[in-house]
């Protein structure tokens, strides 16, 4: 079994890395990969996108690496892999982000990514540090995942649904921010589960054993 983390340059993956292959080990899951290459997306069973940064630039940065967006894509289209996506890789998952300009997205989870706007003005943006998942879906991810548990949150943008279904949990800060998200063989979580302790490592390991 192979997990395959996407580097596209997008950020230091190192702290996703210890904690899949932490969990790997706890779990009997197989081998963790980091790579930039699609022929080892092509034989993954599982795909990790993460993201951190702007939405345009995630956006042109996997593009950059010719052959790695189709090998995504077709891992999780054609072959139906499990597929997660974390901070700006759930974001990608969307029709269109408009973070500084409009540009499309995956359009797996139908949707667009919006600046967060708080009702009260004085709660700060970015959202920033810990916050309590509000659960409102079933998933095999979310197993021994409750409303009330922590994730680390560090974002701007947030994720306003087509279809409230495709949503698992959100967190409040000023309304609801969407936090979790899942069509078919795809998971996206806007928080960092690496970074976010016993929660993100129970979603970790449960990703790790999701058999779709």
Known sequence: MLTVLVDYD???LHSAQKAFE??????????????????????ADRVVLPGDG????????????????????EA??????PFLGICVGMQMLAT?????EDVAGFDLIGGTIDRIVPSDAAM???????NDLVVTGAHPVLDGVSTGDH???????AMTMADRTDRLAHVDYGGEVTAIVARDTVVGTQFHPE??????LRLIANFLRWAP
């Open 22 to 43: 932490r969990m790997a080990r706890e779990t009997n899951a197989g081998d963790i990969l980091v790579t930039q290459r699609p022929e080892d997306v092509a034989r």
């Open 76 to 81: 999780v289209t054609r072959r139906a892999v």
């Open 10 to 12: 997008s950020g230091n």
């Open 96 to 100: 269109t982000g408009r973070e500084y």
């Open 195 to 200: 970074k976010s302790q016993a929660t993100g």
């Open 124 to 130: 700060k943006v970015p959202h920033m540090g810990w």
């Open 151 to 157: 994730a680390y949150f560090v974002h701007s943008y």
């Open 54 to 73: 702007a939405f345009p630039a995630c956006r042109r940065g996997l593009q950059a690496f010719d052959g790695l967006e189709e090998a995504v894509l």
